[in-house]
């Protein structure tokens, strides 16, 4: 069993940075591939970054790339998705996944956080 719990998203204008959390209880005995979903009003959740278990494994979604960094500290159990130049069509509902393997779609995921909101102006 795992639980996910988000924080860090906001405000912040065009160009600005945001750094999310996500606090990972784990009852498994795999370490879990761990990874950002972006969900903007209308589309379906994307993937934005995904790291695995080991974490020496990342994906990132283009549109992201040499904007955002997904990273792990195993010892707090936690994921981070640090995003700079933040741009408005970044904005989204994030939501944090775990899953027993590494992957880059929604059904390589078992467990989703609540999702936090992430809103850019222009």
């Known amino acids: 069993q795992v639980q996910l719990v988000e924080s860090g998203g906001g405000l912040v204008q065009a160009g600005g940075s945001l750094r999310l959390s996500c606090a990972a209880s784990v009852r498994t005995f795999v370490t879990p591939a761990l990874g950002w979903f972006g969900q903007a009003p209308g589309k379906e959740r994307e993937l934005v970054a995904g790291i695995s278990g080991s974490g020496g494994r990342t994906a990132y979604a283009d549109s992201v790339k040499g904007r955002f960094t997904i990273s792990r500290d195993k010892a707090k159990n936690t994921v981070y998705l640090q995003m700079n130049s933040l741009k408005p069509e970044d904005t989204a509902v994030y939501y944090c996944?775990?899953?027993?393997?590494?992957?880059?779609?929604?059904?390589?995921?078992?467990?989703w956080g609540q999702g936090t909101q992430v809103t850019v102006s222009s």
């Open positions: 996944a775990a899953g027993p393997t590494y992957g880059t779609r929604t059904y390589n995921y078992d467990y």
